[in-house]
Nanobody, 127 residues
Framework: QVQLVESGGGSVQAGGSLRLSCTFY????????MAWFRQAPGKEREGVAA???????TYADSVKGRFTISRDNVKNTLYLQMNSLKPEDTAMYFC?????????????????????WGQGTQVTVSS
């Protein structure tokens, strides 16, 4: 059974840092496009950062220079290092995987294959 499990969310003050993790169970995910999304209350879901194994990641403009996506293909784990957090970063963060393995711009994967989603982890940034 394929499953994505996120962890690492929490509450932090503005300017602080958090690292999110997403472990992919069930298949070897090295060829998947992996991404982080977020959704704040009352807002649409937005792409944050996306990664493939053999290319440079892409980021949403709102997080460039502050967030870093990385992946460990041995551990089947995706990370999101979030620095200089702002109150507007407050949201539920989800990891996602697409078997098509193609990166899109602005922190998303192109939805060309089979997709999987995690259950989400809450990030709250206070001012």
């Amino acid at each position: 059974q394929v499953q994505l499990v996120e962890s690492g969310g929490g509450s932090v003050q503005a300017g602080g840092s958090l690292r999110l993790s997403c472990t992919f169970y069930g298949v070897a995910y090295s060829y998947y496009c992996m991404a982080w999304f977020r959704q704040a209350p009352g807002k649409e879901r937005e792409g944050v950062a996306a990664s493939i194994s053999d290319g440079s990641p892409t980021y949403a403009d709102s997080v460039k220079g502050r967030f870093t996506i990385s992946r460990d293909n041995v551990k089947n784990t995706l990370y999101l290092q979030m620095n200089s957090l702002k109150p507007e970063d407050t949201a539920m963060y989800f990891c996602a995987a697409d078997s098509g393995g193609v990166l899109g711009s602005g922190g998303v994967c192109k939805t060309l294959g089979r997709g999987y989603w995690g259950q989400g982890t809450q990030v709250t940034v206070s001012s």
